[in-house]
């Protein structure tokens, strides 16, 4: 199973991106996915988390301006990420709760960086 995330870039404050996470590999059922982020000289911290049902959960920081959604045929996880503050700057990385067979197990991908400018 891999986690393939895209979308991020350079964009001025006040701007708008949006990020996508494709799972692919044996996947019998997933779960819960979200985003992640980690700032420079920071921990990860999460961002929002979407289950299965649709039922969305987002860090206070983000409330308002962030939008997470998904596409269950495709496997898929968008950010919408607008409104965007240099504080937003972070490599984002997407994570996925994953059933295989009778397995579940916590994916993430790589990452995909953001970086707001002033």
């Known amino acids: 199973v891999q986690l393939q995330a895209s979308g991020g870039g350079l964009v001025q404050a006040g701007g708008s991106l949006r990020l996508s996470c494709a799972a692919s590999?044996?996947?019998?059922?997933?779960?819960?996915m979200g985003w992640y982020r980690q700032a420079p000289g920071k921990q990860r911290e999460l961002v929002a988390t979407i289950t299965s049902g649709g039922y969305t959960i987002y860090a206070s920081s983000v409330k308002g301006r962030f939008t997470i959604s998904r596409d269950n045929a495709k496997n898929t996880v968008y950010l919408q990420m607008n409104s965007l503050k240099p504080e937003d700057t972070a490599v984002y990385y997407c994570?996925?709760?994953?059933?295989?067979?009778?397995?579940?197990?916590?994916?993430w991908g790589k990452g995909t960086l953001v970086t707001v400018s002033s």
């Open positions: 994570a996925a709760e994953i059933r295989e067979s009778l397995i579940t197990t916590n994916y």
């Open positions: 590999g044996s996947i019998f059922r997933i779960n819960a």
